[in-house]
């Protein structure tokens, strides 16, 4: 009952977070110009934005770590080539009037150089939207009162341990596929809503416009009011930087 409970308010939260995220970057193309996918993927969120606006594949590019999937995203004509987020962009200065991160920042050891490049390949007046998990939930809270260490985000090793409680051998964690599971899967470091706010400001965006998606453990009624009143604690963040 519990865990359907909060199913339904994750799920909530991720739905509305991603829409608004997607009409973001919407209405940011909508005057033209090219876009920048940062963790593209094969390309789903292309596929999303061509069901909203008219998007051609031309003004449309992605930059992404594993190689199964840009495979398939190159074999239907997207321009998604492999790159590390965490060093520097493969563009020229002020390549592109949006840049968009779905759920990917917190994937990346150098996430602060990270939106130094992305302010560095926009032009002017282009806009950075990023989606991402916020630190400093209650939940976070309740976990480091309790002397618990706060989730965020898988990490298969921990879960190795947990599942036997028992002390861990090298032999049981077995090689890591860097590319293909690091960047993908685990969550390295995760931002507070005010910190990721306050690092888009050094980092020379301005006109922030942030926003937070799920105030666990309200009810799913109440979510709208209560994210306006306060998205400082809220599940997911949203935050729509000009250059």
């Not at 939260?13 to 997607?22: E, F, G, K, P, S």
């Not at 449309?60 to 520097?88: K, T, V």
């Not at 998205?231 to 729509?240: E, L, N, S």
């Amino acid at each position: 009952m519990i865990n359907a409970y909060f199913t339904s308010l994750y799920r909530r939260t991720m739905r509305v977070a991603y829409a608004t995220a997607i009409k973001e970057i919407g209405l940011t193309l909508a005057s033209g110009g090219r876009c920048l996918d940062c963790g593209a993927q094969s390309g789903q969120t292309y596929d999303v934005l061509c069901r909203e606006i008219p998007l051609s594949s031309q003004r449309y590019f992605g930059l992404e770590w594993n190689h199964d999937s840009i495979r398939p995203a190159r074999q239907r004509g997207l321009n998604i080539i492999q790159a590390d987020l965490n060093a520097e962009l493969p563009y020229r200065g002020r390549s592109f009037n949006c840049v968009f991160a779905l759920s990917v920042l917190e994937h990346l050891i150098n996430g602060c150089r990270f939106i130094s490049e992305c302010h560095r390949v926009l032009q002017p007046q282009g806009r950075l939207i990023l989606l991402t998990p916020n630190i400093s939930t209650f939940f976070s809270i309740f976990q480091l009162f309790m002397g618990k260490m706060p989730s965020s985000g898988p990490h298969p090793d921990s879960n190795l341990l947990l599942s036997g409680e028992n002390p861990i051998r090298v032999s049981d964690i077995g090689p890591t596929d860097v590319e293909a599971q690091f960047a993908l899967h685990r969550h390295m470091v995760v931002f507070s809503f005010r910190v990721l706010r306050k690092y888009l400001h050094l980092a020379g965006f301005s006109a922030i416009k942030a926003c937070g998606f799920g105030l666990y453990p309200f009810p799913n009624f109440m979510q709208p009011l209560l994210e306006k009143i306060d998205p400082f604690h809220c599940h997911q963040m949203v935050m729509v930087a000009r250059k």
